[in-house]
């Protein structure tokens, strides 16, 4: 006989909690039309009230359905209903996963999640639109942060770190979206990175002596290659003398060094008004005598006063970019600096950026999830007006494996000073 039939067997099991995970969703719509009929406000109750509520709407419920629950079922759904009504919805248990990384979710019945770099589709539901917009608000409460008609999109930073992007209609077509990189509370060592291949130990090795050496490093990648993580680690490879200054829009660096500034830009406020931008930190943070200053992504105006601030005694100093590889990174510096509006001919543009970045560190994802470093590529100089760069080492797409491509001297301020220092050990 087949383990359906058996009573307490796993298939049978598994059909009473399809058969509960059906009556939550259908009293779920019922609930939160019920919280606005009643005028019920949640946001002004504590648990054990809200609970009380939850529990005499759901006995009602199960009695004029006729629904097969026990009391111990109903008691766990009653605290289910609860954490989701006080908490963030079908988000809650997703959130509360430290295996899964990202959050995203394209309208009431489309919600996704990334777990070991694979993005893979949730069985999980929002009821409708005004659920989503609920969670959404819920979220933005505690932050401060506002999201109606008239400011339809929001950045923010939540309590426990992680970040959040949420656009409500008519800006997104297909009902609210929310978008969350939660916050990783182990940080990520650089041992980690060689243990999950993400880079060789001769890289690794290479990275701490460039970082030593006060090499200004810039991180590119495409999204979600780890970019900031990446900026983590090396920036966990400062010695704890020297003094940082950080410049985020949202704050995700979690720098565990002793002299740290943090500093975060902010939107204008519902007037237009307020606004405190990463080029107005950095200028800020020029001010403070910063040993080097970390801007968390140059994407806008910021870009010519980071490449100013690498030039003028604050080497060591890093960031990360949104590019393809090395050689895009390069020309995506200088389309920013072009869209900000400067007048710099070409040439002096890309001797400027030449003279402010020593190295290049290319970050990927591959199709199996991996992250990883694509490529280690150092700025050499300007040759008839164009870059001359070094590729160091580099990926082999078919073996997966690091290859180290040369180590020749190009750049005396990087490779040379690291022989001097090796050679004075």
């Not at 058996?6 to 719509?29: C, E, N, T, Y």
């Not at 409460?141 to 992007?165: F, Y």
């Not at 800006?171 to 939660?182: C, V």
């Not at 902010?266 to 606004?275: D, I, S, W």
Request: charged content about 25%; hydrophobic content about 40%; some cysteine.
């Amino acid at each position: 006989m087949g383990m359906g039939y058996i009573p307490g067997g796993r298939l049978a099991a598994k059909r009473v909690d399809q058969d509960i995970s059906k009556v939550k969703f259908m009293f779920h719509r019922y609930l939160i039309d019920s919280v606005d009929d009643d005028g019920f406000n949640i946001l002004e109750n504590q648990r054990p009230v809200i609970l009380e509520y939850v529990q005499r709407k759901l006995n009602t419920y199960i009695s004029e359905h006729s629904l097969p629950v026990s009391r111990f079922e109903a008691d766990r759904l009653s605290e289910e209903l609860v954490d989701e009504l006080v908490g963030f919805g079908p988000l809650e248990s997703m959130l509360k996963d430290t295996s899964i990384s990202e959050i995203m979710v394209n309208g009431p019945n489309k919600i996704f999640f990334e777990r070991d770099g694979k993005i893979q589709f949730s069985e999980l539901r929002f009821v409708d639109d005004n659920h989503v917009a609920r969670v959404i608000q819920r979220i933005l409460a505690p932050i401060g942060r506002r999201l109606d008609e008239s400011s339809p999109m929001v950045d923010a930073r939540m309590p426990d770190g992680s970040r959040v992007n949420a656009i409500i209609p008519p800006i997104a077509l297909d009902g609210p979206t929310i978008s969350i990189r939660k916050f990783r509370k182990d940080l990520l060592q650089a041992s980690d990175l060689v243990t999950y291949k993400s880079l060789s130990p001769d890289m690794l090795t290479f990275l701490q002596k460039a970082v030593s050496q006060r090499a200004n490093i810039l991180v590119s990648g495409g999204t979600g290659t780890g970019k900031t993580t990446f900026l983590n680690v090396l920036s966990s490879m400062i010695n704890h003398d020297e003094r940082i200054v950080t410049v985020e829009d949202t704050a995700e660096l979690q720098l565990s060094n002793d002299h740290v500034v943090r500093l975060e830009t902010r939107p204008p406020n519902a007037e237009g008004f307020g606004e405190v931008s990463a080029r107005d930190l950095i200028r800020n943070a020029l001010r403070m005598r910063p040993d080097r200053i970390i801007v968390g992504e140059v994407r806008s105006y910021e870009v010519m006063d980071m490449l100013q601030a690498m030039n003028t005694g604050h080497e060591g100093s890093m960031s990360t970019l949104h590019a393809n590889n090395a050689a895009d990174a390069l020309l995506r510096l200088e389309t920013l600096v072009g869209l900000s509006g400067q007048k710099i001919s070409e040439s002096t543009l890309r001797a400027i950026i030449v003279s402010a970045l020593d190295i290049v560190v290319q970050l990927a994802r591959l199709p199996s999830g991996r992250r990883c470093v694509s490529e280690i590529v150092e700025v050499v100089e300007l040759r008839d007006d164009q870059y001359v760069t070094n590729t160091l080492f580099k990926l082999d797409r078919i073996s997966g494996e690091h290859e180290r491509v040369s180590m020749n001297p190009a750049k005396p301020r990087v490779i040379e000073l690291m022989k001097q220092a090796e050679a004075k050990r």
